[in-house]
């Protein structure tokens, strides 16, 4: 049984644009009617479900590209595959945990605090001190 984009599209959640976007991205595949109408396979629905659980968890299109490539012919990720790409992206995945987790922390006291002060606040950088020690939010950093 195949799918049409928009078949896809509304099985899976997902706009016929992002479908469009993952296929351009190697993603997803399609093949195409004698009227050049895109026709998914039913298990792309379990390729898009990988795909967008991957993203929601905080992973990069270029991770979840990597992952893909990896699988022979393109197909959607077995257990075990799944087995050993969650065990590759688990240290990935620890830090992205920590990350928020110090996110969390840090920024509760001073959006909880609601003062108009900067002085005790922990990410107020006067003189720009925070120059020496990189770019980006230093502060939020593990």
């Known amino acids: 049984m195949t799918l049409t984009i928009g078949q896809l599209a509304e099985r899976s959640g997902v706009a016929p644009s992002a479908l469009r976007f993952y296929e351009d991205r190697g993603l997803i595949s399609s093949e195409r009617t004698t009227g050049n109408q895109r026709r998914y396979p039913q298990s792309t629905l379990r390729r898009v479900a990988f795909v967008r659980t991957a993203q929601r968890v905080g992973l990069r299109l270029s991770e979840i590209e990597a992952a893909l490539a990896e699988l022979p012919d393109g197909r959607t990720p077995t ?64």
């Open 79 to 142: 257990k075990s595959d799944w087995h050993r790409i969650s065990n590759a992206w688990r240290p990935r995945l620890d830090e992205q945990i920590r990350r928020i987790e110090l996110l969390r922390d840090r920024l509760d006291g001073c959006i909880g605090c609601g003062c108009l002060s900067l002085r005790s606040c922990f990410l107020t950088n006067p003189g720009d001190e925070m120059a020496e020690r990189g770019p980006g939010p230093v502060l939020l950093e593990p």
